[in-house]
């Protein structure tokens, strides 16, 4: 998704899910995550949706067993 996002232009598509693919890699490999990882990623996957439908998106980009002073929340414009 992020590749066809870059073909595409489609600029906070790519850098959302390359946000994402950087957290998931802590993952790969892994046998198991937590429902609360799950649904982090899941919750990734519906604000692409948003990207896609061309709404502003204000996602996390903290996974779940991280600390609140670790977090930190990007916003993405809307396209023009």
Known sequence: LKGAAGVLDLKNLQSHMHQLENQYQQYKGRDQISKEVVSYFLSGIDSARQILDGKSIQFQYA???????????????TPE
């Open 63 to 77: 996974l779940p067993t991280e600390t609140s002073s670790e977090k930190s929340e990007k916003s993405l414009p």
